[in-house]
């Protein structure tokens, strides 16, 4: 008896192991692992989408961010223009025949306005060029228009106010006249 005892504990382990499960089983591992395959894709997929829409969120914060940073002295800018104004019609008065103005007064005047200019082109102000240009509705606004042999048609013959952009955004257009050509009386 004895020997009987001693074949059933020393019994291997593998023999205890249950059978495979039957084929049908397999068939919906199968079907479970293709789905969960298909799962994964489309989670992958969806991971992938929303990583690039936030990369892509990223990317127009920093352009707003930077845009906020460059136009945020657009209305103090604005509002410093007719100091320019006025600082460049002080010079032009003394300029003019029968002007007694303080030769020292008006280099004063110049220096300002010189220096107040450099001031705020380093917040990106630029003097719109207008005389003498072919007239543009983008950055002039057209005052009068005259007869002129002197310039092509349709060109800025005066400036009655210059214009100002604040980096790539137009401040205030000029104030202008435009030439047309005169017309021949038969």
């Keep these: 008896m004895e020997s009987k005892e001693t074949l059933e504990i020393n019994e291997p382990e593998e023999q205890k192991v249950q059978a495979l ?38 990317k127009k914060i920093q352009k ?9 002295n657009e209305s103090l800018i604005y509002e410093l223009l007719p100091i320019i104004d006025t600082l460049e019609m002080a010079i032009s008065h003394s300029l003019e025949k029968g002007s007694d103005i303080n030769q020292s007064l008006l280099q004063g005047v110049e220096n300002t306005l010189r220096e107040f200019k450099r ?7 630029k003097q719109i060029e207008a005389r003498g240009k072919e007239f543009d509705p ?44 005169a017309q021949k009386i038969q």
């Design 21 to 58: 499960p039957p084929p049908a089983d397999e068939e919906k591992e199968q079907d479970n692992l293709q789905q969960l395959k298909a799962e994964l894709e489309e989670l992958k997929d969806k991971h992938i989408r929303l990583y690039a829409e936030f990369e892509n969120y990223k």
């Design 64 to 72: 707003d961010k930077d845009e906020l940073l460059m136009y945020s």
């Design 119 to 125: 001031t705020l082109e380093k917040f990106g102000l």
């Design 138 to 181: 983008t950055y002039h606004h057209a005052m009068s228009q005259v007869e002129s042999d002197d310039f092509l048609d349709n060109h800025v013959v005066e400036e009655f106010r210059k214009g100002y952009m604040l980096h790539n955004k137009i401040l205030r257009p000029s104030l202008v006249s435009v030439s047309k050509k």
